[in-house]
């Protein structure tokens, strides 16, 4: 029997669709259908100037709009050669894992309520509005930032900015860990969560997996890491990694991620000194001719630029390797032979973001 879910779902977490083959209470295949919010984003890039197209890749992904824009500037940068402001890569590393933490708690609320409980979402949002409200008096605005710029970042930061920011991850810390508290060992959220949707390490790195879901099955991948930028081989963190590869663990990577997270803001924080925030360059960019791959790590994994220029002030072109598009491909393995209730509960695991899937 074919069994539709979506596109308008409350549990797809934006327009996407799942057709899937029952059999009985089990799902036998699963096919995604894709492309409801396509945009043509790559396409407009190449109409736009280099300094506008940052703006567009705020709206890929609008819940890390900070990790995004730091990757088309980093492309930029790499083709022109350009040596970015010690200062400033200070502040994009602080805002880009800012985002991060944003961006996991908003997960694990919805996550919450995708498996039927309510409360998280509350604890999630309450941290959330702490950061969103750090980041309106940096960059003036909630979401669509446009504040990281080729060469550093738009401005310096205000002058009680450590000092806010220090006041802020203290209480998102104590949030977080009531957060875990709450849900983590939860008796419901345990039984809806471990052994489910399980995913092996082999499986995950075949699908092209990143990111928290792909150190849930036990690989520990980081682009921080193993592919290091800006002044991350100045932090000392941990990469966590899973052992089951299943729901629990992917929910749980991100829970300990948020920690690592706070604890590298904190180094960041000891760490910044005094300067410029912006390379000496001109305010239209003509990068040379000549083409570049740049990758990152985005609270959902590893997402790629990969830039031509024609020597122009706008881009030849532009493709992006989107994590969230890449991780839907491990849907059909986490699926199969699952029970239809469990459906729900392996899609919210991934932490797609529809936007950067259609772009």
């Known amino acids: 029997m074919m069994l539709n879910m979506g596109p308008q779902h409350p549990a797809t977490h934006g327009v996407f669709r799942m057709m899937l083959t029952v059999d009985g209470e089990k799902v036998i295949d699963v096919t995604p259908h894709i492309g409801y919010l ?3 984003s790559e396409k407009l890039a190449e109409n736009e100037n280099y300094g506008q197209v940052i703006t567009l890749f705020d709206r890929l ?30 502040i994009r590393v602080i805002l880009a894992e800012l985002n991060r933490l944003a961006s996991h708690l908003l997960f694990i609320g919805t996550y919450a309520i995708d498996l039927g409980a309510m409360t998280p979402i509350m604890y999630g949002f309450r941290e959330r509005e702490r950061i969103e409200n750090l980041f309106e008096s940096v960059t003036g605005a909630r979401m669509m930032h446009n504040f990281i710029r080729i060469g550093g970042v738009k401005e310096d930061v205000p002058v009680d900015f450590m000092q806010r920011t220090r006041e802020v991850l203290d209480r998102v810390e104590h949030g977080v860990a009531e957060l875990d508290r709450l849900l983590t060992f939860n008796e419901v959220f345990l039984a809806r969560t471990q052994g489910v949707g399980k995913i092996d390490a082999a499986m995950a790195i075949s699908c092209g997996l990143t990111g928290p879901s792909l150190r849930a099955s036990g690989v520990p991948y980081d682009v921080r890491k193993d592919d290091t930028y800006e002044i991350y081989r100045n932090l000392n963190y941990k990469v966590p990694i899973g052992e089951n590869g299943d729901c629990w663990d992917r929910y749980y990577m991100r829970v300990l991620e948020c920690n690592e997270s706070i604890a590298m803001i904190r180094q960041c924080l000891e760490q910044i000194e005094k300067g410029p925030v912006i390379a000496e360059i001109r305010r239209i960019v003509r990068p ?12 959902r994994g590893d997402i790629g630029v990969f830039l031509v220029s ?13 994590p969230s598009f890449c991780n839907l491909v491990a849907l059909r393995p986490m699926m199969k032979e699952a029970y239809i209730a469990d459906a729900v509960s392996i899609l919210g695991s991934l932490d797609i973001v529809l936007g950067e899937v259609d772009r």
């Open 288 to 299: 040379p001719k000549g083409e570049v791959y740049v990758h990152g790590e985005n609270p």
């Open 310 to 322: 024609d020597g122009s002030d706008k881009p030849y072109r532009v493709k992006v390797r989107p």
């Open 38 to 40: 396509h945009r043509g």
């Open 61 to 90: 992904d609008y819940v890390s709009n900070l990790n995004n824009e730091l990757i088309f500037c980093r492309a930029v940068e790499s083709l022109m050669a350009v040596d970015v402001p010690a200062r400033a890569q200070y």
